[in-house]
């Protein structure tokens, strides 16, 4: 988590900055299917479909991330059909969560995708490049967004956003 304690200089000003902090682990699947139509659900393919099962990303034609609400494998397969491969990526993937009213900025100071409200509306996800990080961004609230990144390069986007909210604290300080 960004530390605001060594930004006291910024008094309120460092309330409105980006919290980076991880979410807890949760089992995800990469599901995967020649049909392209029993994988993806319908509707846009950038808006992530939450179910009593769980939250499916459309990644791919054919291909899905799935975040199930239990951890069960049956419930898995009985979520996904009879035509559907199921890959565990549990262990993969982590996720950072940026929160606050700069949260939009800073993310926006490393990625190309358009992430105003008004292009970027809750629920909505991307695939991108978050700087040199090939991440999924997830909008899932108003000023909260999910970093979803591979586990081997989490720590150095760890250090990268925070040397990123830092350079934006130094922004704050400028007349």
Not at 10 to 19: I, Y
Not at 45 to 66: K, N, V, Y
Not at 138 to 161: F, K, N, T
């Given at each position: 988590?960004?530390?605001?304690?060594?930004?006291?200089?910024?008094?309120?000003?460092?309330?409105?900055?980006?919290?980076?902090?991880?979410?807890?682990?949760?089992?995800?699947?990469?599901?995967?299917?020649?049909?392209?139509?029993?994988?993806?659900?319908?509707?846009?393919?950038?808006?992530?479909?939450?179910?009593?099962?769980?939250?499916?990303?459309?990644?791919?034609?054919?291909?899905?991330?799935?975040?199930?609400?239990?951890?069960?494998?049956?419930?898995?397969?009985?979520?996904?059909?009879?035509?559907?491969?199921?890959?565990?990526?549990?262990?993969?993937?982590?996720?950072?969560?940026?929160e606050g009213d700069r949260?939009?900025?800073?993310?926006?100071?490393?990625?190309?995708?358009?992430?105003?409200?008004?292009?970027?509306?809750?629920?909505?996800?991307?695939?991108?490049?978050?700087?040199?990080?090939?991440?999924?961004?997830?909008?899932?609230?108003?000023?909260?967004?999910?970093?979803?990144?591979?586990?081997?390069?989490?720590?150095?986007?760890?250090?990268?956003?925070?040397?990123?909210?830092?350079?934006?604290?130094?922004?704050?300080?400028?007349?």
């Open positions: 988590m960004l530390d605001l304690e060594s930004h006291s200089h910024l008094g309120e000003q460092a309330s409105s900055l980006a919290s980076i902090s991880w979410v807890p682990w949760h089992p995800r699947y990469l599901l995967r299917s020649y049909d392209e139509r029993s994988v993806f659900p319908e509707g846009d393919r950038h808006i992530a479909a939450w179910s009593d099962a769980g939250t499916r990303f459309a990644l791919a034609p054919g291909e899905q991330l799935f975040l199930p609400e239990g951890s069960d494998a049956m419930s898995v397969q009985q979520a996904s059909g009879p035509d559907v491969f199921i890959i565990d990526v549990s262990s993969a993937q982590l996720v950072l969560r940026l949260a939009r900025e800073l993310l926006g100071s490393g990625c190309g995708v358009d992430l105003r409200p008004a292009r970027f509306a809750v629920n909505q996800f991307a695939q991108t490049r978050l700087g040199p990080f090939a991440v999924l961004i997830h909008r899932a609230a108003d000023s909260i967004y999910d970093v979803h990144v591979e586990r081997s390069l989490a720590e150095s986007l760890h250090a990268w956003l925070e040397l990123n909210a830092s350079s934006l604290t130094g922004a704050l300080q400028q007349p």
